[in-house]
């Protein structure tokens, strides 16, 4: 309890740091939001007087001084309140974040298990024919993996979008269809997001596979899994409940630490595709000043990454107990 108690502690200090910078960070940006909604209503007529000010009100951004916003802000989140958005005025944050990792967690969080499951699994198996032409795949997987994934993102649009036509080239769906649960949605929802997804798991494979060969080699050289040859196991046997089942540890706990970072989205990967995930939306939020949709978001990302870390730890430390006494 002592171990969990301290890894508790840490990361509620971690989660008030965020919370604070999550606070002062979008203010340090220039410009006045306010000025953004101003200036779209004057394009679709004329502004009534002292709107500047109840607007400054309704946002929680009239009220002197940084601490003292600080404070209204520390109440708004203890009452989940996240306010409106400027972006999308006057849309509440709650309704755009939520609409937005809901796409994020379709598109990345599927495309990040897949390229895991498949990097790790030829990784397990050119670890154990190492030395073999099975490794060539090696070099090319890391190859693609060092190359700027929007920039292999917009190679892919010009050849299966542009060329071959077999994918669409932008957006989550058809906009002529109405959002639901309809087969026609559905299909139209799959079709867009497969793109984007080839491309995620084409630029992350390389990683996961060249991890997990490493480690299988290193732990071929294992007293316990030359002992499980020499008493005559099969290979089979001896490659997944030996090797691979502790040298797949290290992949595991990057795994756990990557599906926090799955709610950030891919910020250029969603602009190249306009894919209404929470990297587009970010994006689009910092371009107009939006201080309550920045901060909903830059909340959700910490606290996702947090919880991911907090929960490798409290893994951790069931599974090797050296980790406590450390």
Same mark, same amino acid.
């Given at each position: ?25 979008? &203010? ?21 007087? !002292?709107?500047?000010?109840?607007? &400054? ?7 002197g001084s940084l601490i003292s916003q600080y404070g209204q802000y520390l109440d708004s ?5 996240? !306010?409106? +958005? ?8 709650v309704d755009l974040v939520r609409q937005a990792i809901f796409w994020t967690l379709i ?5 990040? /298990? ?17 030395? +073999? ?22 190679? /892919? ?49 390389? !990683?996961?596979?060249? !991890? ?21 196991? +099969? +290979? ?85 107990? &050296?980790?406590?006494?450390?």
């Amino acid at each position: 309890m002592r171990y969990v108690g301290r890894k508790l502690g840490f990361y509620l200090v971690a989660a008030w740091i965020a919370i604070t910078l999550n606070f002062f960070l979008p &203010r340090l940006i220039p410009g006045d939001p306010i000025a953004v909604i101003i200036n779209k209503q004057s394009q679709t007529g004329s502004v009534p007087p !002292g709107e500047a000010d109840q607007l &400054r009100k309704l946002l929680g951004l009239s009220s002197g001084s940084l601490i003292s916003q600080y404070g209204q802000y520390l109440d708004s989140l203890a009452h989940l309140r996240f !306010g409106l +958005s400027i972006t999308v005025f006057p849309t509440p944050v709650v309704d755009l974040v939520r609409q937005a990792i809901f796409w994020t967690l379709i598109l990345v969080g599927v495309a990040t /298990l897949f390229s895991f499951l498949l990097g790790v699994g030829l990784g397990t198996v050119t670890g154990w024919r190492r030395g +073999s032409r099975l490794e060539a795949i090696v070099p090319a997987t890391t190859l693609l993996t060092a190359v700027p994934y929007f920039w292999l993102a917009l190679l /892919l649009v010009y050849l299966f979008a542009n060329k071959l036509q077999f994918f669409p080239a932008q957006g989550g769906y058809d906009i002529s269809l109405d959002p639901g649960w309809s087969g026609a949605f559905i299909s139209s929802a799959i079709r867009h997001s497969l793109l984007p997804a080839i491309t995620l798991i084409v630029a992350s494979i390389g !990683g996961w596979l060249l !991890g997990m060969r490493n480690m299988m080699v290193a732990t071929l050289a294992e007293d316990y899994v030359v002992a499980a040859e020499a008493k005559g196991l +099969s +290979s089979m046997r001896v490659m997944v409940r030996y090797a691979a089942r502790n040298a797949v540890l290290p992949s595991v706990s990057g795994f756990a630490v990557s599906i926090g970072f799955v709610v950030t989205g891919q910020i250029v990967m969603e602009q190249v595709f306009n894919y209404p995930g929470i990297g587009n939306l970010l994006f689009n939020a910092v371009q107009n000043q939006d201080y309550p949709l920045m901060q909903g978001i830059f909340l959700a990302i910490s606290f996702a990454v947090l919880g991911a870390n907090l929960l490798v730890d409290l893994l951790y430390g069931f599974i090797d107990p &050296r980790t406590k006494e450390a």
